[in-house]
């Protein structure tokens, strides 16, 4: 009977959010106005019209610096966060899959004075091995590198993230 209840409430949960992601301006937009970026000055500035691509820039505020006077590491760290989830549940499918980070670290490599940008790129290829790594109901730890760079092109820092994809209950192979 939990079981059931539990996916029940995650149906319902689907089905409020399915809309956003049937259109990548409209998810992008929402992000901007989304008070954890907007308030710090992260901006979507792309979202590809297949979910296979986004550009994050961190603005340079003086409420984003810290006490040396470079990016505040947590903002670095931030405009990282939603993304890949975001971008592997859009071509995953909401309904079949749960994205989650599981595990994230930031390696500094070179302090920020102005503006960051990083990019993340979800490929076919990387969908297929998902499929195929999580086809028998089992969950599956991916791991990817977000290169965070200034205007120049210099690597600011790395966040090395892991996450957790697994098919939903009602998607998995029956035991």
Same mark, same amino acid.
């Given at each position: 009977m939990l079981t059931v209840r539990l996916i029940q409430r995650d149906i319902g949960e689907i089905a409020?959010?399915?809309w956003w992601f049937k259109y990548p301006e409209l998810m992008r937009r929402s992000?901007?106005?989304w008070p954890p970026f907007w308030l710090t000055g992260i901006k979507v500035e792309k979202v590809a019209p297949d979910y296979s691509y986004a550009r994050v820039k961190l603005k340079w505020r003086p409420w984003t610096r810290n006490l040396n006077g470079?990016?505040?590491g947590g903002s670095l760290f931030s405009m990282t966060d939603p993304i890949?989830? *975001? #971008?592997l549940l859009a071509r995953l499918g909401i309904k079949r899959y749960y994205v989650w980070d599981q595990a994230a670290e930031i390696v500094?490599?070179?302090?920020?004075?102005g503006a960051v940008w990083f990019?993340?790129?979800v490929s076919d290829a990387f969908?297929?091995?998902?499929?195929?790594?999580?086809?028998s109901g089992e969950k599956y730890l991916p791991k990817v590198v977000n290169r965070l760079v200034n205007k120049n092109g210099d690597l600011i820092a790395e966040v090395?993230? *892991? #996450?957790?994809?697994r098919l939903r209950p009602a998607f998995r192979p029956k035991q």
């Open positions: 409020s959010m399915q992000f901007n106005l470079s990016q505040f890949y989830t *975001t #971008l500094f490599k070179k302090p920020a004075y990019e993340a790129e969908i297929e091995d998902i499929r195929q790594q999580t086809a090395n993230r *892991t #996450l957790y994809v």
